[in-house]
């Protein structure tokens, strides 16, 4: 994962929501969370990240995250573009 930085994966790691698509130009992210209330995502500004397809799993530093209709959208220091924000849908 380009501009992610690799990491040892949590023992107590518990998935909170999956990445639905890129949100705008500059690499934000469109996020489906798991619960009604989506504060796990907004508590926290490292999230760590598990790609599909064996990608290795990394850590992203949160710029800034915030409700959107029934989703969240976020932007991370990592991501650049939304090519890099696309590759990790399904996240």
Known sequence: MPGIEPVTWPDDAVEVAVVVDAWGVKGGLRLKPHAADPQALFSSKRWFVAPVGGAARGLM??????????????????????????ALKGA
């Open 61 to 86: 530093r949160i710029i800034q995250a915030r409700e959107h209709g029934d989703t969240v959208v976020a932007t991370c220091q990592e991501l650049a573009d939304r090519d890099a924000a696309l």
